[in-house]
C-alpha cells in the first residue's frame, strides 16, 4: 500500500542549528502539507503546498521555515534556526485532488524533532 | 480563533459496548469535519468526514453533525480492544484552503476486555 515516508524519524539539534525535514510523499498525490504536534498538544496545521507553491500557512510558519520540492519525489521542511519551542513532530501528508476536499491527508510517520 | 475542544479522557470502555466521543467547535464558517484515530507514538488516519446535518454510518463507526448547535460525535459500536486509541476531531472552514485541518486535542479511548 503507498505511504508517505519521512527521515529522519528522530533529529536532535543544538538551538540555532538548521534542520531539513525530509518526506516523500505517495507518488500521484499533488497536495502536500506539514503538520506538527508539540508532546501532549494538538496537531497543528504548518503549511500547504501545490503546483510548486504554498498554498496557506499559519502564524507558526513564519520566515524560519520554509519548504521545497527539490525534485519530482520529495518535500522538504528548514528550519533554519531552530529553537527549543520548535521540539516536536513533524507529520508530513499528501493527499490527491479528492483527497484534498474530502480531508483524508495520508500521513507519514512523523519526524521527532529535539532542540536542545 | 477558531477552537475545536474535546473531552481529553481517559474514556473506559467495555469490549463490546458503544463509545461515544464529542467535539464542539467554535467557527460558525467550519463546513467540514473529520474523525481522525492515532495509535499512540503514530500519526493521524482518517475514519470518516461528514458534511451535513445529521448521521453518516461507515461499519461500526458513526458520525453526527449538528450545525446549530456545532456539535460532532463519534460512536464506535461493539467496540474492540484495537480500537484503544486517541480520536481527533478536525474542522475545515470553506474560507481554509483544502488540507488546512483544526484539530482538537483527541479523546483517549482504552476498550478493556
Known amino acids: 500500500e503507498p505511504e508517505v515516508t519521512q527521515t529522519p524519524s528522530h533529529q536532535v539539534t543544538q538551538m540555532g542549528q538548521e534542520v531539513i525535514l525530509r518526506c516523500v510523499p505517495i507518488?500521484?498525490?499533488?497536495?502536500f502539507y506539514w503538520y506538527r504536534q508539540i508532546l501532549g498538544q494538538k496537531v497543528e496545521f504548518l503549511v500547504s503546498f501545490y503546483n510548486n507553491e504554498i498554498s496557506e500557512k499559519s502564524e507558526i510558519f513564519d520566515d524560519q521555515f520554509s519548504v521545497e520540492r527539490p525534485d519530482g519525489s520529495n518535500f522538504t521542511l528548514k528550519i533554519r534556526s531552530t529553537k527549543l519551542e520548535d521540539s516536536a513532530m513533524y507529520f508530513c501528508a499528501s493527499s490527491d485532488e479528492v483527497g484534498a476536499r474530502t480531508g483524508e491527508l495520508f500521513f507519514g510517520e512523523g519526524s521527532r524533532l529535539t532542540v536542545l | 480563533q477558531k477552537e475545536v475542544e474535546q473531552n481529553s479522557g481517559p474514556l473506559s470502555v467495555p469490549e463490546g459496548a458503544i463509545a461515544s466521543l464529542n467535539c464542539t467547535y467554535s467557527d460558525r464558517g467550519s463546513q467540514s469535519f473529520f474523525w481522525y484515530r492515532q495509535y499512540s507514538g503514530k500519526s493521524p488516519e482518517l475514519i470518516m468526514f461528514i458534511y451535513s446535518n445529521g448521521d453518516k454510518e461507515d461499519g461500526r463507526f458513526t458520525a453526527q453533525l449538528n450545525k446549530a448547535s456545532q456539535y460532532v460525535s463519534l460512536l464506535i459500536r461493539d467496540s474492540q480492544p484495537s480500537d484503544s486509541a486517541t480520536y481527533l476531531c478536525a474542522g475545515r472552514a470553506t474560507t481554509d484552503s483544502w488540507g488546512k485541518l483544526q484539530f482538537g486535542a483527541g479523546t483517549q479511548v482504552v476498550v478493556t476486555p
Open positions: 507518488s500521484n498525490h499533488l497536495y
